[in-house]
């Protein structure tokens, strides 16, 4: 089976707590490889993502969606990862 026929699209959202306020926010997170998320910044403080991300496994998905966001946020610390 090639890479391709074992990739499958995982949807998941993360809550991450920002290490201080970000400007040009959703701008960094796409530049970072978030483009396939839905940005929330409602929460003062915090930013969650809601991704649909094509991956061999939830893992990888999630672990590559992470490096993301912490590429784009130094010091942002993930709060809560729930499957959709």
Do not use: W, Y
Not at 7 to 24: D, I, V, W, Y
Not at 52 to 72: G, M
């Amino acid at each position: 089976m090639t890479a391709e026929a074992r990739m499958k699209n995982h949807e998941f959202t993360l809550h991450f707590r920002l290490p201080s306020e970000q400007a040009g926010l959703v701008n960094r997170l796409a530049e970072a490889g978030c483009k396939d998320a839905i940005v929330g910044t409602g929460l003062r403080g915090q930013v969650s993502l809601q991704f649909d991300r094509t991956a061999e496994s939830a893992q990888e998905a999630i672990l590559t969606a992470i490096e993301n966001v912490r590429t784009a946020i130094p010091g942002a610390e993930l709060i809560e990862a729930a499957p959709n």
